[in-house]
């Protein structure tokens, strides 16, 4: 197990320009500059706007400005960018700020589900992804997307 | 010619005797090392001290009219009731320095630090402040009437009762500055930035606030008559008690703001009635349903601009939004099997249950707050809605597109099948 500081100083970091496809699980936090299609367990995801998560992901904390898809656990999320088709999102808590009238939407939102407070989430905890496993992300258009199995696998891009 | 020369000042501060008293006008120590040096009561008027190092200097009660200073290093000196009219101190460093009850009138301070400087009841009539860093400078009860502050840095400043009628303030950013009763009748505030300050009891008579930021800042009974609020930000400003523009408010940002009176809780104004109360306008006739009242299986349909508040309980309901409508669902109001249609805005501080999917159909705007709750599916507008929750809301929901969206998207990936 990581020393807790450590964990707490050091962060995974996909950058842009970036593509991984397979699972990822980290007990540092993960800022996604690129682009992660998978699955992804960490204590913390920040996708930055140039970012996007396709996948299933399991986390403490989530703060997006990028682009989110697939199915979101988490304690925590603050909201802004983009969310797609077919995501689902369970949290404790969600913030999503009110953007200025006339201005830029905070969050634009596909058709997606919002699972959130903490009733639910403790009816309904999600079992705990596996570290590494095959992974089917949500295809954007709706074309196949053929999924990588990364176990032990280098940081290609990651780190 | 003054009483001392340049060598005979530094001769006397070196063998440590003191210089105070002196006539010295027309003096010329430019670039002297003149650090804690005492010349109180001093006569230096039209004395050239550019770039000179007086940091702790004693300038108290000195005469120093038309004195050159720029650029100089006067951090932490004391001019306490100096006579500064017309001097020049354009860039001089000033951070901390006492200038409590000094005549500065007329005099230029353009691009000089006067960070934490302490200015009370200084006089600054038609001073020069362009560009000047004031920030945490103390300028209660000073006299800035007529003065240039455009770009100037006031974040923290303290202005309590302040005279800053005909000043300029373009640009200039005052957040969390203290402005309780300052006076600012005629100024210039275009795009000025007062964020977070306390401006209750100020007045703004006929000030030009043009896209000015009063964002969060307390404008508890301002007096804004006359003034000029175009394009000016309020969202979250206190704002009871205001004296409205008087005219209508073009562009008005303010998604809410908070009417309560002293020690009230938050009493949340929505866009519309924002604009009104500041504008000084007739507000629009709010439709309040109170606690205890239940109404069963009826439609109601509410006018574009209406403000509806909710804190009864809606049984099977239907209610239609007309543009920009606003619907605030109170703390205690419940909306059980409801159904809200049109291009609203929708504030939930409470509980919205649907009955049939969409429960929510087309709002521009659909804000949850904390300890508000929603289960239901929200169908947006073609223009999309802008939603905002906040920590500690409850959500069951899904949010789908608008129908025509949704149909010509089905068409689209049924055309790619073909």
């Not at chain 1, 639910?120 to 949500?138: F, G, I, M, N, Q």
């Amino acid at each position: 197990m990581m020393d807790k500081d450590v964990a707490q100083r050091k962060k995974t970091l996909v950058e842009e320009g970036t593509q991984f496809k397979g699972a990822i699980s980290s007990d540092c936090p993960i800022e996604v500059k690129g682009r992660i299609e998978g699955d992804l367990a960490a204590p913390a995801l920040s996708v930055s706007p140039s970012g996007a998560v396709h996948g299933r992901v399991k986390v403490g904390e989530i703060r997006s400005d990028g682009e989110l898809a697939g199915e979101f656990d988490a304690d925590v999320v603050q909201l802004s960018g983009t969310v797609k088709d077919n995501t689902v999102i369970r949290a404790k808590s969600l913030e999503v700020k009110l953007a200025a009238a006339n201005g830029k939407l905070q969050v634009v939102f596909g058709e997606c589900e919002l699972e959130v407070g903490s009733e639910h989430v403790e009816k309904k905890e999600s079992p705990a992804l596996p570290k590494a496993t095959s992974v089917r992300p949500p295809a954007p258009d709706g074309a196949a997307v053929t999924s990588t199995k990364l176990e032990n696998a280098p940081p290609n891009g990651a780190g | 010619m003054p009483e001392l020369t340049a060598d005979v000042v530094l001769r006397k501060i070196k063998s440590g005797e003191k210089v105070e008293r002196a006539d010295l006008r027309g003096l010329a120590m430019p670039k002297a090392s003149l650090e804690g040096v005492s010349f109180r009561r001093c006569d230096l008027d039209g004395a050239n001290f550019e770039g000179a190092r007086l940091a702790r200097a004693v300038l108290k009660n000195a005469s120093l009219r038309e004195a050159f200073f720029a650029g100089a290093d006067l951090r932490e000196a004391n001019l306490e009731s100096a006579d500064l009219e017309g001097a020049n101190l354009q860039g001089a460093n000033l951070s901390g320095a006492n200038l409590s009850r000094a005549n500065l009138e007329g005099a230029n301070l353009q691009a000089a630090d006067l960070s934490g400087a302490r200015l009370t009841h200084a006089q600054l009539e038609s001073a020069k402040l362009g560009g000047a860093k004031l920030l945490g400078a103390q300028l209660a009860h000073a006299d800035l009437s007529e003065t240039d502050l455009s770009t100037a840095k006031l974040d923290q400043a303290d202005l309590t009762s302040a005279n800053l009628n005909g000043s300029n303030l373009e640009e200039a950013s005052l957040a969390r500055a203290q402005l309780r009763d300052a006076q600012l009748r005629d100024t210039t505030a275009k795009g000025a930035r007062f964020t977070e300050g306390v401006l209750a009891n100020a007045t703004f008579c006929a000030a030009d606030l043009t896209n000015a930021d009063l964002t969060g800042a307390d404008l508890r009974r301002v007096n804004f008559s006359g003034a000029r609020l175009d394009g000016a930000a309020a969202t979250g400003a206190r704002v009871h008690g205001v004296l409205g523009t008087g005219t209508p408010i073009q562009g008005l940002r303010a998604d809410w703001v908070d009417d309560a009176a002293e020690g009230a809780p938050v009493k949340k104004l929505g866009a519309a009635d924002a604009a009104a109360l500041l504008s000084g306008q007739a507000a629009t006739q709010k439709r309040y349903f109170g606690r205890g009242d239940v109404l069963r299986n009826a439609n109601l349909e509410f006018d574009a601009g209406a403000s509806v508040e909710i804190e009864s309980l809606f049984d099977q309901c239907t209610i239609a939004l007309g543009n920009d409508a606003e619907l605030v669902i109170g703390k205690a109001g419940v909306l059980s099997g409801c159904q809200i249609r049109g291009a609203g805005k929708i504030t939930i501080h409470g509980k919205f249950v649907e009955r049939d999917a969409p429960g929510i159909q087309g709002p521009t705007q659909l804000v949850v707050s904390s300890g508000g709750s929603l289960i239901g599916a929200v169908e947006q507008p073609p223009e999309l809605t802008r939603f905002a929750f906040e920590p500690g809301c409850m959500l069951r929901m899904k949010i789908q597109q608008a129908r025509r969206d949704r149909a010509a998207e089905r068409a689209v990936k049924g055309g790619r099948q073909r």
